[in-house]
């Protein structure tokens, strides 16, 4: 019996690859379209990893038809950016990415994780064993790999010889070579870390090795990835997922929110966000490392310059621009206005995204907007749907620089090869929060535009996967990195590039969010740094030889069952309110005490104007609690957040009442 899709004898191939990955092997490069003439390659996209099984799924016909064209979008998108970039194709507006020599890569790393100063010969120590001392154990094993790496490629080099491994990890005998010191303190090293147990919450199960599709579940944020995937390991559960078209029947996740609630990118301040790349790109490499995945990076580039105001400016450049003329500006204009514009008139339109406007119209609507742009002449309701969401598409693919960045596109791209759902969400959830924040931003609100195109599905006929299909190309092709594409592996890395745009437009609200392991590592840091611990070496050795529980462990103070703090209000009231806490105290109990007394006993309110609703009813959505001080910077709290849990975790915090940004100010 022969498989679904495969065609019957005499019946020619279509010339459209589909979009399933089959039981059959690849087809030949000749059977379906390829891009390899295209001016605008796949770029860095690595062949599909040995870990991911063949993914086989039975679908009707019907579907299957549906699934053929919206690849053939794929491939009319990567046609429509050959044809408009034909006459570009020589500018190049970002050097070729050499490759790295061994060594170089773990250094480069190294320096990206916050651990430069591992590399040098002299110590300026603190910051490093400050940063070390909140590492996992899965995290500490990806750190020294990387270093016992490059020190082995300088040893070979025969270059000045490097900060010795014994230096930050311990002290070994002096009568052994430098080689052999760093070997054997290697071995003992990785002896402790493997023989040491790991601490299994007993309530946690991580195993999910049957995915339900449509069918909610629990989405771990407490312990680390890595610490979950090793624990997988250990006890052999393997798992398989489907990639489905369907967006109604994707796995739904759900976060469980502990007694500290949940935190969301932005809820943190800019001073405490500047210190989650850095551990991010720890987690995700020792998640890679746990999973037996190889997570390629590509090494910064410098970007040439443009004339241009608009089109083909760096994210940088466009922000300082825009934010002379509004302050706080976080999203370019230019993509607010061509959001806005297709919000407005394209969300009903069929097919939009997918039919493409005139290329000689979008030139002269490009042209126009350079000119008239910021003086506010140019009049968007005479510009025709199509051609905006072809604006759209050309400002992100002139981008000097990829969205997702030159570093990290192959990773993003690479995330397909993870066999595991839970996993590759895992993985995305700790790239996006290495993105730079300008390109974070600019990411997430294309993505929220492109949720609200799938949710006029009826009406435009572009449902999920259609969209990733045409957003793909212009996302994972740069015309100013180099093709690397094995013969014969189009069809499937144009899968499984609109698979990943798939995954992050499904499931944003869960990818940007800060899971609860990195914040405790941030308290970590912040702590560590306003104590000035002078480290001795017993502190040093003992680092990586235990494992940190990564979810916050709270003490209960059996003898303090109840706490009396102050919420301050400063920028509404010129008093404080006094909050008895107990253990079933949430932050939006607080706020709505505050509404409340706010209303009733005539507090001296700062602002006399109305700015909260004083009527019958309790509307305390309009305002949020902040955490200011002790381990933290500032966090923006999740209404569920227990409050003497969080005192525990920070007593020498100040709670602060603010408006929500959000809500327009009444006054």
Not at 533 to 543: P, T, V
Not at 609 to 618: F, G, H, Q, R, Y
Request: net charge positive; charged share 25%; with cysteine.
């Amino acid at each position: 019996m022969e498989r679904p899709g495969k065609p019957a004898p005499g019946v020619a191939r279509l010339r459209i690859p589909r979009p399933r990955v089959l039981l059959q092997p690849l087809e030949p490069a000749g059977t379906g379209r390829s891009t390899r003439n295209c001016p605008c390659k796949m770029s860095q996209i690595p062949p599909k990893s040995p870990l991911a099984p063949p993914l086989s799924e039975r679908i009707s016909s019907g579907v299957d038809s549906l699934d053929r064209l919206s690849m053939d979008s794929f491939w009319l998108e990567v046609e429509n950016i050959k044809q408009s970039s034909e006459a570009e194709q020589e500018e190049c507006s970002l050097a070729d990415v050499k490759t790295q020599e061994e060594g170089d890569a773990e250094a480069e790393w190294l320096q990206d994780a916050g651990l430069s100063d591992l590399l040098g010969d002299r110590a300026s120590e603190n910051d490093n064993i400050v940063l070390l001392s909140t590492l996992t154990k899965t995290q500490a094993a990806a750190v020294q790999r990387r270093l016992d790496t490059y020190s082995r490629s300088r040893r070979r080099k025969n270059k000045h010889p490097v900060r010795d491994v014994r230096d930050i990890f311990g002290v070994v005998g002096s009568g052994e070579t430098v080689a052999e010191k760093e070997d054997s303190r290697s071995d003992q090293l990785w002896h402790n870390l493997q023989t040491a147990k790991v601490q299994k919450p007993e309530t946690q199960d991580y195993s999910c090795t049957v995915r339900n599709p449509g069918k909610e579940e629990a989405f771990n944020m407490d312990v680390a990835y890595s610490e979950q995937a090793a624990i997988l390991l250990k006890g052999s559960f393997l798992s398989e997922s489907r990639r489905i078209k369907d967006g109604n029947a994707l796995t739904k996740f759900k976060i469980p929110k502990g007694r500290l609630g949940v935190t969301r990118i932005g809820d943190l301040s800019a001073q405490d966000m500047k210190k989650i790349p850095t551990l991010a790109l720890i987690e995700l490499t020792a998640l890679c490392d746990v999973i037996g995945f190889e997570l390629k990076r590509n090494k910064a580039v410098k970007l040439k310059t443009t004339e241009k105001r608009l089109f083909g400016v760096p994210l940088n450049t466009l922000l300082e621009n825009d934010q002379k003329l509004l302050p706080n500006t976080k999203v370019p204009l230019l993509l607010q206005a061509l959001l806005s514009c297709l919000e407005k008139r394209g969300l009903e339109t069929e097919g939009i995204l997918r039919v493409s406007g005139s290329q000689t119209r979008i030139k002269s609507l490009e042209q126009k907007l350079e000119s008239d742009f910021y003086t506010g002449l140019f009049r968007w309701d005479e510009v025709h749907q199509n051609d905006v969401s072809g604006l759209l598409k050309r400002f992100i693919r002139e981008l000097p620089a990829p969205l997702l960045t030159a570093e990290y596109l192959p990773a993003f791209a690479a995330v397909q090869n993870i066999p595991d759902l839970k996993q590759r969400l895992q993985a995305l959830n700790l790239l996006i929060l290495i993105l730079p924040e300008p390109n974070r931003n600019t990411l997430k609100a294309l993505l929220e535009f492109l949720s609200k195109v799938v949710a006029r599905e009826n009406n435009n006929k572009m449902n999920l996967w259609n969209v990733s299909t045409v957003m793909a190309p212009n996302l994972f092709m740069h015309k100013g990195l180099p093709n690397k594409i094995p013969e014969g592996k189009e069809k499937q890395l144009a899968e499984g590039a609109a698979d990943v745009v798939r995954m992050m437009i499904h499931y944003q609200d869960l990818l940007w969010t800060v899971s609860s392991f990195l914040v405790a590592q941030v308290r970590k840091l912040n702590e560590s740094n306003s104590k000035r611990y002078q480290f001795c070496d017993k502190r040093i050795k003992n680092l990586l030889r235990k494992i940190h529980a990564d979810k916050d462990k709270v003490e209960k103070n059996q003898a303090e069952p109840c706490k009396i703090v102050k919420v301050h209000a400063s920028l509404l009231l010129k008093d404080s309110l006094e909050v008895h806490l107990n253990n079933a105290t949430r932050v939006a109990d607080v706020l709505k005490q505050f509404q409340k007394n706010l209303c009733q006993n005539g507090w001296n309110i700062v602002n006399t104007v109305s700015l909260l609703k004083c009527n019958n009813s309790t509307e305390s959505t309009n305002l949020l609690l902040y955490e200011v001080g002790g381990n933290i910077g500032e966090h923006c709290l999740d209404p569920d957040t227990y409050l003497l849990d969080l005192y525990h975790i920070n007593p020498h915090a100040e709670w602060i009442i603010k408006q929500n940004p959000s809500y327009p100010r009444m006054f």
